[in-house]
């Protein structure tokens, strides 16, 4: 039996929609408001997101902080996406025990 016509090339990323997805994500969680700079919780700025030609570019805060320590992510993928809706729900879970 032959192997070859099997392999599928995936979608292209659609850094628009996947942006959009996330925006709509973020909301659903409720803990977070969405500002011009970005998204705060309690006041303090903790996720940036932004368009970079065909990524998205994502700036996490470390802990909310006045001027926090930023992580990037740099999302190419679908699955660099939910790596990072995984990210923030932990953040999220972790910043409420601090408090």
Known sequence: MSDDGWEVALP???AEGTL???KRFIRDLGALTERSEGWT??????LKLAVDG???RAHLARRP???????VFTLKSAPD???LQ???RRR?????DDV
Do not use: C, H, M, Y
């Open 12 to 14: 292209p990323f659609n």
């Open 20 to 22: 959009q997805t996330l």
């Open 41 to 46: 919780l309690r006041g303090s700025v903790v």
């Open 54 to 56: 065909a990524s998205i």
């Open 65 to 71: 902080a006045s001027t926090p320590e930023w992580d």
């Open 81 to 83: 996406a939910r790596k």
């Open 86 to 88: 995984d990210e923030i």
């Open 92 to 96: 999220l879970v972790r910043w409420k």
